[in-house]
C-alpha cells in the first residue's frame, strides 16, 4: 500500500522557515516525480513544487521561487520542502504527492491535474 507521510508543518512568524517532509512507501518511485500542492481555506488546491526522482529536476510556482527549495533523499525515500521567507499567504494545508508526470506537466500544473498520490496534508500557519 502506497503512503505518503508528510510532517513538519506548524506556526511560524512572517519572515520565517519551515521544512516539510515527505517520507514514501508502498513501492518504487524511481520514475515517479513528487512533489507538493497547497490548499488555503475558500480556495483551490494549488501546485507548490515538485522534484523528478530520478534525476533532480525541479520546477516551482511563480510565487514560490527564490523563496521555497524542493530537494530529496534517495536513501530515505523522503522528499522536502524548505520553506524561507514565509509570508502569511503562505498560510495552508500542504499536500506531497506522486505523480509519473514530469515536474513540469499538466499533471502538476494545472489546477485539477490527476496525480496519482497523496498524501494526508500538513498545516503550515505563518502569522504576521
Known amino acids: 500500500q502506497v503512503q505518503l507521510v508528510e510532517s513538519g508543518g506548524g506556526l511560524v512568524l512572517a519572515g520565517g522557515s519551515l521544512r516539510l517532509s515527505c517520507a514514501a512507501s508502498g513501492r518504487s518511485f524511481s520514475s515517479y516525480s513528487m512533489g507538493w500542492f497547497r490548499q488555503a481555506p475558500g480556495k483551490e488546491r494549488e501546485f507548490v513544487a515538485a522534484?523528478?526522482?530520478?534525476?533532480?529536476?525541479?520546477y516551482y510556482a511563480d510565487s514560490v521561487k527564490g523563496r521555497f527549495t524542493i530537494s530529496r533523499d534517495n536513501a530515505k525515500n523522503t522528499v522536502y520542502l524548505q520553506m524561507n521567507s514565509l509570508k502569511p499567504e503562505d498560510t495552508a494545508v500542504y499536500y506531497c504527492a506522486a505523480d509519473r508526470g514530469v515536474p513540469y506537466s499538466s499533471n502538476w500544473v494545472s489546477p485539477g491535474g490527476p496525480i496519482d498520490y497523496w498524501g494526508q496534508g500538513t498545516q503550515v500557519t505563518v502569522s504576521s
Open positions: 522534484i523528478r526522482w530520478s534525476d533532480g529536476i525541479t
